[in-house]
């Protein structure tokens, strides 16, 4: 089932959200950065070259205005020559900086691609290790967001943000020291509105840094429940929730928009905000400095007291802008890398979910008979055992015949919440178990219990008399066939599919189990039979051929259990009656666990139990069953009422 986020809050009446990212998510952050320290490297001293070429430009101005163009106007007969040169001094150094700019954003990229590669990897590798609880307490399209948007906000940020934000601070620390080197008065000034400036910046920043991290989950709760819909068209088609549907939708993205408006609102007038301050500071120098100039006020500077020339002045409006507009791009980014910090901090929450526990140290090994004797092999014999090691250092080896035994086990999805009470059962290798009971009973609950996908409460579960706790998981799950009735095919051929049960299998193993399943016949009718491309989980088949795809699947692992979850549900009478024969085939000789409402299926089980609220009431044969006309008659009479 899954989880819900609950987003159904006015706007009006919403609470500004006070949400932060983990601690460390930084530094955890730069550690996937850390293999590319010379490019970083490289990086920074790039930035550093281009921010100390922005500022000599400017400062070079001082120099060209007093030393080259103001002399030319007082000679009659100008030589250009020392402005030409002064001229091309700049333009190297302007070349320089625009090098530089290029040399690390190219290189930011790289660094940007190969990071969230790294991410995406153990991000998707760690998902895989997850128990089958975090995704029915999860919603997909949760999940899938923070591959999508989550990531995206990282690449933003680092290729784009980061070094802006640094190579903006490089700048401010240099033109700082350029002013004071043109003139401390005015730069006292320049020091005073910026602390009025930094003030109007923090109110803005922190309005909008909140919002942003609302934000990404608002747009992870909208994927998820558009993810769910887009899965279950049909069913909104059929039930006409259509307007439902809709209104559920408008809610969670009404959210979204709240939160969305409120960041880009607070965000984006960041920075005209702190451009007309900028203008605002632009005349005010040039009104102060020009006045001290025609007054010739003492002006000190790093290289004594001297007065404000005009190359002096027009100088220090040029670092003026070059100081405050780096401050209004380090605020801007600020809530590109707020926003970013949130993302890698979902992303880092998938990351630090637990992984699925195991701690099993028995496995399962291809194994020969010599001389009566089990040998471990490494070439496939189609015989197993399961090697148990030893604390004394001796290895057992346990044949493997899938005889499944269950003591008193007690289980709960929820901790307080038991839905299985005092399950025992028994089942021979060979022997076909069924179970039979309402929606809810626990059938499908029991099959998720031999595979663990969940552990139980209490009580314990033998496999060939070995806890099934002490089997590692993968052995464990490679020692049983599984056809579920939500059939998953995956993009590829349906040789592919087929073959998805058992990866070393040949195109003749797999075309034998596509025949004991029945699906030879329409798979051979398909526009390139079993190289025929299937895309969007199958929907160019019918229910039921994909169904009988997912029993030939089964089949070509030829595991000694199977497990039968309404196998058989999707496909009509006639082709049951057919595909039932190839089961039987497949059966034979396996343990096998049937789950079914039609009880024309389970009629040939050598056990048949019947489950009512986690609770196992009746148990035998059908004729047996029949004849105690108990519950289990009662639905064999229902049944045939029905028919």
Sequence with gaps: MNKKISTNISPITKKQSRRHFKPGTTKRLLSYMAEYKIQLVLVVISILLSSVASVASSLFLKTLIDNHILPLLAQEHPVFTDLFRAIMFMGAIYTIGILCTLFYNRTMIIVEQGTLKKIRD?????????????????????????????????????????????SSIVTVMTVFFSM?????????????????????IKVLVERSGSFFIERQESLGDVNGYIEEIINGQKVVKVFCHEEKAEEEFNKKNENLCYSSTKANKYGNITMPVVGNMGYLLYVLIAIIGGAAGIAEVPNLSLTGINLLTIGTIISFLTLSRSFIN????????FNTMIMALAGASRIFDLMDEKSEPDEGHV???????????IEECRECTHSWAWKCPHDDGTVTYTPL???????????????????????????????????????????????NLINRFYDIADGKIQYDGININKIKKA????????????????????????????????????VA?????????????????????????GSSLSQGQMQLVSIARAAVADPPVMILDEATSS??????????KGMDALMKGRTVFVIAHRLSTVQNSDVIMVLEQGRIIERGSHEQLIAEKGEYYQLYIGAFELE
Excluded: W
């Design 180 to 200: 004071l080197y043109l003139s401390v008065n005015l730069t006292l000034f320049v020091v005073l509105f910026t602390f009025v400036l930094l003030k109007v």
């Design 475 to 510: 052995d464990l799950r490679r020692s049983l066939g599984i056809v579920l009735q939500e059939v998953n095919l995956f993009t590829g051929t349906v040789m592919d599919n087929i073959r998805y049960g058992k990866l070393d299998a040949t195109d003749e193993e797999c």
């Design 326 to 333: 780096p401050i209004g791009r380090i605020s801007t980014q």
């Design 513 to 537: 189990a596509a025949k004991l399943a029945n699906a030879d016949g329409f798979i051979r009718m398909l526009p390139e039979g079993y190289q025929t491309v299937l895309e969007g989980d």
């Design 122 to 166: 153990e991000m998707f590798r760690h998902m895989q290790t997850l128990p089958i609880r975090y995704f029915d307490t999860h919603t997909h399209g949760d999940v899938m967001s923070r591959y999508t948007n989550d990531t995206d906000t990282l690449r933003q940020a680092i290729s784009q943000s980061l070094p802006q934000m640094f």
């Design 363 to 373: 496995t399962l090994v291809n194994v020969k008979m010599d001389n009566g004797e």
């Design 571 to 580: 496909i009509d009478t006639r082709t049951e009656s057919i595909v039932q």
């Design 401 to 447: 015949l899938g005889e499944i035994r269950f003591f008193d086990v007690d289980f709960g999805y929820e901790e307080n919440e038991i839905v299985l009470h005092n399950i025992k059962l028994y089942a021979e290798p060979g022997q076909k178990v069924a179970f039979v009971g309402a929606t809810g009973a626990g059938k499908t609950t029991i099959t």
